[in-house]
């Protein structure tokens, strides 16, 4: 439970923080239109990061420890049917505050893609000891990032990552 609350509290503060930036600031949102080929691309998205995540879980031992670490501390007290909110609530604040509202601040270009991933992979910062989490969160921003720059649509990100986060969390709990 009490995973959830922090999930939930983090998902509310992320959403503060970019409404606050959107209401002082003078950032566009990129638009967020429903489209089943949106959605169709969000879901092939997700499931190619986790495939990717698989294989970088296998072969890349930092990361699997790392990736070990974050998930018992975030995953084990879930329940499966809790998951849904490991998919839904970072899966949506984390995307309209990174790719929404940062990648357009600093530039729907390659350098505000590498900005915006950078802080996303900072978010995933539990010590300095998982700098492997770090740096793979940071890839997966670039790739949310570029996804939402191409597409023009923020909700491809926001599928991919809601999809990511429910089928990796399925996965290892399944496994584990």
């Known amino acids: 439970m009490q995973v959830l ?3 939930g509290v983090t998902a509310v503060v992320l959403l503060l923080i970019a409404k606050g930036w959107i209401y002082f600031g003078s950032v566009t949102l990129i638009p967020i239109t429903f489209s089943f080929q949106a959605i169709l691309l969000g879901v092939a998205l ?3 990061i986790t495939v990717a995540s698989s294989i ?3 072969v890349w031992e930092a990361y699997r420890r790392s990736a070990d670490y974050y998930l018992k501390l975030v995953l084990k007290p879930l329940l499966l049917p809790d998951l849904i ?3 839904l609530l970072p899966g949506l604040s984390e995307e309209l505050l990174f790719r929404g509202v940062m990648l357009p601040e600093f530039g729907l270009n390659l350098e505000g893609i590498l900005i915006s991933s950078l802080c996303f992979g900072v978010l ?3 010590g300095l000891k998982q700098w492997a989490y770090i740096v793979w969160a940071t890839v997966i921003g670039i790739v949310l990032g570029y996804s939402a720059v191409w597409t023009g649509n923020l909700l491809v990100p926001i599928v991919a990552h809601v999809c990511t986060n429910f089928i990796a969390g399925c996965a290892w709990k399944l496994r584990d």
Request: charged share 0%; net charge neutral.
């Open 5 to 7: 609350i922090a999930m």
């Open 46 to 48: 997700g499931l190619a």
């Open 85 to 87: 909110w490991l998919g």
């Open 56 to 58: 970088s879980y296998y």
């Open 124 to 126: 995933h910062m539990n």
